[in-house]
């Protein structure tokens, strides 16, 4: 994980039998994280890009990170 002030990038794998060999990983994340509704930025072929507001909340915050990791839970699944 990497980032500056809230702009946090996380690299992401891919190899999921749900992904297209042929595209990114970070690109494939990306939408499926728009499916969940996140909006969240590919960068370079494996990192997903967060750039939260600075007057973001704590629910928002929680919010997101569910919404993330319920992504997660389905691509692995």
């Known amino acids: 994980m990497r980032g500056l002030g809230l ?3 996380i690299e992401m794998g891919g190899g999921f039998d749900s992904f ?6 970070a690109l494939q994340w990306v939408s499926a994280l728009h499916e969940a509704g996140m909006l969240t930025i590919p960068a370079g072929s494996s990192v997903v ?3 939260p507001p600075l007057n973001l909340t704590q629910e928002e915050a929680q919010t997101g990170l569910d ?3 319920q992504t997660i839970q389905k691509i692995i699944a």
């Open 7 to 9: 702009m946090i990038g």
């Open 20 to 25: 297209d060999d042929s595209k990114p990983a």
């Open 49 to 51: 890009r967060f750039l």
């Open 67 to 69: 919404l993330f990791k």
